[in-house]
């Protein structure tokens, strides 16, 4: 197939794209390509019509890649041609990196922004991405970005942000989600991190205006759960970390034009914050036994209890309480997953359990409220958090206030609630969920505080024991406190320091001014 001296791109079909592949230039469609544009890359100074040469074979090769059927582009392109095109793209990023219109303006001409939609054409195959980070291409972008910045300018230009966000979500995507390989998502954030590739994408992906789309929403679903990686790459004085809080309070030298996109990392922002909070404070979850409810924060008891080796996360004191809850547990009882898919888990847990720690007051005052007028107790009621960004990037659990609610439990149990976290939730799934409700609600104690979280499609339920912050106790104190105005029973409670700030607040909020009832 020839490219007219136009430049124009034939605009292929996928049957047309698959017949170029299988014909005689297959085996070597990208390296015949890169000698034609080398070819006119030698030349001190390119003519209109070298340009267009170049723009026409990058269209061709883009094109061909995009279109063509994934079983055709794998079977009949060997990995050699795709490394061709990758070193010749590394050694592309590199000279324009150093191109002084680039680092005035942020732009490039039509020939030299062509090499992007060959990089994210390609990089939709497994064995592209795993290639590209073998020939630093990730590193070449990143440097690429970074040359405009570290000039003291701004970010790239609309387009040019575009392609750059597009290429790191896109192979990040491409890693984590296809079945033949064994990439997880911590591994991608680290790698495109050390290749300076996600602050850089970071910074651009406020930058242009279109619709925010599914390679970018899970690319932060997957940011936002990786909580390990957050503590230690996002923080302040590591470059992620920097790029963020300079987007976020509008030092990083671009408008942000896109609203969801900067919701997202101003959520993201404030896990890694709170994420902070919690390691100074070196909170550790506490775990009990699933059946008598055997709780001790010790280090002994808690290296003591056993996990049921199906599911890997309920534990259990003794053989004998794991056998007598056999019955309740069997049915929700599923097959652990592999090592990251525990991670998550358990990194749901640490971000539920800093939730708590961090609102107590106004989770406590929202139970109150939801049980006021009603014979309903603590141990009644759950509370429904989400951790998943709306439409408009909002993720509400992470908001400033937070935005949650306070449910009776048995609205889940009975199912008259029908709409979980505003989404209708399968009949199979739903199924589940609720026995696992109901079971979770059987084994609540005075200390235990009921929680339904959603972490970004997965929906789990915890009774959580937050060192004793959620005590029926404490609950009924503040009840008094807020119904009859009487903060007698809180003081009696209350670390004094604690209870000033507690005092502080009721104040705002209720007007509650002095201590009532002859305390």
């Known amino acids: 197939v020839k490219i007219n001296v136009s430049g124009n791109c034939p605009g292929f079909s996928k ?60 079977n009949v392109v060997p990995e050699s041609e795709i490394t061709c095109w990758l070193s010749y793209a590394v050694s592309e990023f590199k000279r324009m990196a150093t191109d002084p219109h680039w680092i005035a303006t942020g732009e490039l001409e039509q020939h030299d ?9 390609i990089l939709e195959y497994p ?63 680290f790698s495109l991190s050390r290749l300076e590739s996600l602050n850089s994408s970071s910074g651009a992906a406020g930058t242009f205006s279109e619709d925010i789309d599914s390679h970018l929403i899970h690319f932060l679903n997957e940011l936002q759960s990786c909580v390990s990686f957050l503590h230690k790459s996002f923080k302040k004085g590591q470059p992620c970390g920097d790029v963020l809080i300079a987007i976020l309070q509008g030092k990083y030298g671009s408008q942000v034009k896109r609203p969801t996109v900067f919701s997202r990392l101003q959520a993201i922002s404030r896990l890694v914050e709170a994420i902070g909070m919690s390691k100074k404070e070196n909170t550790k979850m506490t775990k009990s036994c699933h059946h008598c409810n055997k709780s001790d924060s010790s280090d002994a008891f808690q290296a003591s209890l056993m996990k049921c080796a199906r599911c890997k996360i309920t ?58 007028g009603t014979d309903l107790k603590k141990k009644d009621v759950l509370v429904e958090l989400d951790y ?42 739903h199924k589940q969920y609720v026995a696992a409700i109901r079971n979770t609600h059987h084994k609540m104690t005075s200390r235990n505080l009921l929680l339904l979280v959603n972490f970004n499609g997965t929906i789990a339920c915890w009774k959580m024991d937050v060192q004793g912050m959620y005590t029926d106790e404490l609950f009924e104190a503040f009840q008094i406190a807020i119904i009859d105005k009487d903060l007698g029973p809180l003081k009696r409670i209350m670390n004094p320091q604690y209870f000033e700030f507690v005092q502080a607040w009721l104040m705002c909020s209720y007007g509650i001014g002095a201590l009532d009832g002859g305390s």
């Open 315 to 372: 534990f259990y004191c003794s053989k004998e309480c794991q056998r007598a809850d056999w019955k309740l547990h069997k049915g929700t009882c599923m097959p652990a997953g592999t090592k990251p898919q525990m991670k998550h888990v358990e990194n749901m847990e640490t971000v539920v359990k800093i939730f708590a720690r961090k609102f107590y007051i106004l989770v406590m005052i929202k139970m109150v409220e939801a049980c006021k």
């Open 15 to 74: 049957d047309e794209a698959d017949t170029v592949l299988e014909g005689v230039s297959g085996n070597t469609i990208f390296s015949n390509c890169v000698k034609i544009i080398q070819k006119k890359r030698k030349k001190k100074n390119l003519s209109d019509e070298d340009k267009e040469i170049i723009f026409g074979q990058c269209s061709f090769l883009s094109d061909v890649a995009f279109k063509a059927s994934r079983n055709v582009f794998c």
């Open 388 to 429: 998943t960004a709306n439409k408009d990037g909002f993720v509400p659990a992470l908001q400033e206030p937070p935005i949650f609610t306070v449910v009776p439990t048995q609205d889940y149990i009975n199912s008259s609630r029908t709409n979980w976290f505003g989404r209708r939730i399968d009949p199979q799934s």
């Open 113 to 121: 922004a062509s090499i992007f939609p060959v990089c994210s054409s």
């Open 127 to 189: 064995v592209a991405v795993a290639l590209a980070f073998e020939s630093k291409l990730f590193h070449a972008l990143g440097t690429f970005v970074k040359a405009r910045k570290s000039a003291g300018n701004l970010l790239p230009s609309e387009d040019i942000s575009q392609w750059v966000i597009c290429i790191v979500v896109s192979a990040f995507k491409v890693a984590t989600l296809k079945v033949d390989n064994k990439w997880h998502p911590p591994e991608g954030f």
